[in-house]
């Protein structure tokens, strides 16, 4: 059974840095054929896209909330995604999920409807 597990989340201040991390277990030995994406959930609000990238690397996607201070990259070899957020705002908080995605330059979705345990992320002062 597929099981992504993420981690990395934290309390952190306005302007400050994390970088998240989503791991494959089970029986995915497939993962570096496969997009990644990251979601946020708000609290109260439904999940997000924020990033995705295929599953070569070489075509990367983000949100609007994401550009300019979001990177994401992937380890196929670690069967690892990282999500490197920078110049982090109260907005950015909630929980990060990373899932099977569909994507592409302008736009990304998940694949399925289910979500592992997330990282949470808080950026408070």
């Known amino acids: 059974q597929l099981q992504f597990v993420e981690s990395g989340g934290g309390l952190v201040q306005p302007g400050g840095s994390l970088r998240l991390s989503c791991s494959a277990s089970g029986f995915f030995t497939f993962f570096k054929d496969y997009a990644i994406g990251w979601f946020h959930q708000a609290p109260g609000k439904e999940h997000e896209g924020v990033s995705c990238?295929?599953?070569?690397?070489?075509?990367?996607y983000y949100a609007d909330s994401g550009k300019g201070r979001f990177t994401i990259s992937r380890d196929n070899a670690k069967n690892t995604v990282y999500l490197q957020m920078n110049s982090l705002n109260p907005e950015d908080t909630g929980v990060y999920y990373c899932a099977l995605a569909s994507c592409s330059v302008h736009t990304m979705a998940a694949q399925f409807d289910s979500w592992g345990q997330g990282t949470q992320v808080t950026v408070s002062s």
């Open positions: 990238i295929s599953s070569n690397g070489i075509i990367t």
